[in-house]
């Protein structure tokens, strides 16, 4: 194995960064055009367009707004607010101060509209990067690195190749201590009984089975699980069919906990994140589409994401880097410069699930030392927040 | 390169490895079993008959069961199975207009 030791940026509270982004953040959809602006006069500058479009407050929002602007991969913040929303800007941005990272707030409003509020944007975003040079870089392993999995755009084969590929390699960086976090309740759907099973206590084991009947409730009043007609196409015909394809991500690993978005783990470990909304249902599906799932996991720490697709997903995120697995060896041949690793090659007999499971941590050492992914090549920073409603985990929740 | 595999001793179902080209032969168990349509990589072959009702296994876990009585070899897929928890959503499905 290459050498497993890098530089990461320092941030104030003992987290280190793989990448030391300026985020450019709109506090409201008025505000999203001056945002992108400015974001966009900076391209393959590590400036990020990020933001809430909603104008009503939401604790949730909040909450993953707050995490992001200070996750550790962020190094400076630039705020564009309208000036009439209702986000709190000013509680943000003391949260970003408080970190130490360079910050300013643009009213649009305030300022005088348009276009001086997209040139003190600019102005502002260049003497950033120049300042954010000099953040400290200390040295930097897999036990101070947080990696989610997602999948997304999922076919028949990504439950065979890509996704208990992504398990193995979860087992490896497990064992070195990292902290790796799945999602998505609903495609646990029907596996309950073999999840508790895997808590590191009992009271764990019974806080996992209830957020997959909580599930299960959540998705019935909707009318439909977490599937959409490509998963279908690409056969699979069921959600247990497609819960267990994707519950492959998750390893071996006993479960050290279960955690809601924004929650951030603060020990090595494989942790369940429960995506889905408590109490009746308020607004729609649990997420909107797969990013809604990276950004929640951005908030809770993650500095990379695994992303398996059997059909052939593109998307990449802002901030942290979207690594791309393929299941599925017809999509590679068609996709390639999409797609990181190849885990198709599995269904072909020409690799083990361990070997691409080696060659998938390979490749996070190599994307964490500040290799660019594919998604990141390409220019993908793609970024969607909206609303939704969580209570706070349980006591049981993180055992100590 | 077989065509189908078995991903549990106990599963009912087979998995195309690799897409069965329309008016394509396979063999199912001993069976010739000529394809008249694509079936594409990923889906579920039948490897043995399945009666209405019984449950579809693959991974080794219940998927699922069979709407309709599926004859081995036979593709197994939304025209001929359930989920036994939520239903599946596809574009014919979409807002109340069932096909």
């Known amino acids: 194995m290459s050498n497993k030791k890098w530089k990461g940026y320092l941030r104030s509270d003992g987290r280190k960064g793989i990448r030391n982004t300026v985020a450019v953040v709109y506090l409201v959809e008025c505000a999203h055009h001056v945002a992108r602006e400015i974001t966009t006069s900076f391209k393959d500058q590590q400036v990020h367009l990020i933001g809430f479009p909603g104008c009503y407050p939401n604790q949730y929002a909040d909450k993953i707004l707050n995490a992001i602007c200070i996750h550790p991969n962020v190094g400076a913040v630039l705020l564009v607010s309208l000036g009439c929303e209702s986000f709190n800007r000013n509680r943000l941005m003391e949260n970003i101060e408080r970190s130490g990272r360079p910050v300013h707030l643009i009213g649009i409003q305030k300022i005088g509209g348009t276009r001086k509020a997209i040139d003190d944007g600019k102005n502002w975003v260049g003497d950033a990067i120049a300042q954010i040079k000099n953040v400290p870089q200390v040295e930097m392993g897999i036990s101070d690195l947080s990696i989610g999995t997602v999948c997304g755009g999922s076919d028949a084969t990504s439950g065979i190749s890509a996704n208990p590929a992504v398990g193995r390699a979860f087992d490896k960086l497990v064992a070195e201590n990292a902290i790796c976090v799945f999602e998505e309740t609903g495609e646990m759907i029907g596996l309950e009984n073999i999840l508790k099973t895997r808590a590191k206590t009992k009271e764990l084991g019974a806080e996992l089975e209830n957020s997959v009947k909580k599930a299960a409730i959540y998705y019935s009043k909707m009318g439909h699980g977490s599937f959409a007609p490509g998963n279908a196409d690409g056969g699979l015909t069921t959600i247990e069919e497609k819960s267990m394809g994707a519950y492959a991500k998750s390893g071996d690993s006993n479960l050290s906990g279960l955690i809601k978005p924004g929650d951030i783990p603060s020990k090595a470990g494989l942790y369940l994140m429960d995506v889905v909304p408590d109490g009746e249902p308020m607004f729609g599906f649990p997420n909107i589409s797969d990013n809604a799932e990276i950004v929640e996991m951005i908030a809770s720490g993650c500095h990379l994401i695994l992303f398996t697709t059997g059909r052939g997903s593109v998307v990449g995120s802002a901030v942290s880097p979207v690594i791309k697995i393929c299941a599925n060896p017809e999509t590679y041949e068609r996709m390639k410069d999409d797609m990181d690793i190849n885990a198709g090659k599995i269904l072909n007999g020409e690799a083990t699930l361990d070997e691409v499971g080696d060659e998938i941590v390979e490749k996070v050492l190599a994307v964490a030392k500040g290799n660019p992914s594919c998604s990141e090549s390409l220019g993908h920073q793609e970024f969607i927040l909206t609303y939704k409603k969580f209570e706070p985990i349980g006591p049981a929740c993180l055992p100590m | ?99």
Not at chain 2, 10 to 24: G, L, S, Y
Not at chain 2, 61 to 79: D, F, M, Q, W
């Open chain 2, 1 to 99: 390169m077989e065509k189908l595999i078995l991903l549990h001793p106990a599963d009912n179902v087979f998995i195309v490895r690799k897409t069965i080209q329309a008016n394509e032969k396979i063999s199912v168990n001993g069976i010739p079993i000529i394809y008249v349509k694509e079936i594409a990589l990923g889906h579920k072959i039948a490897s043995r008959d399945i009666n209405k009702g019984e449950e579809i296994i693959k991974y080794g876990v219940p998927i699922g069961s069979a709407t309709e009585k599926i004859v081995a070899g036979a593709h197994i897929h939304l025209h001929n199975m359930k989920s036994d928890y939520i239903q599946t959503y596809t574009l014919e499905k979409e807002f109340g207009h069932e096909q």
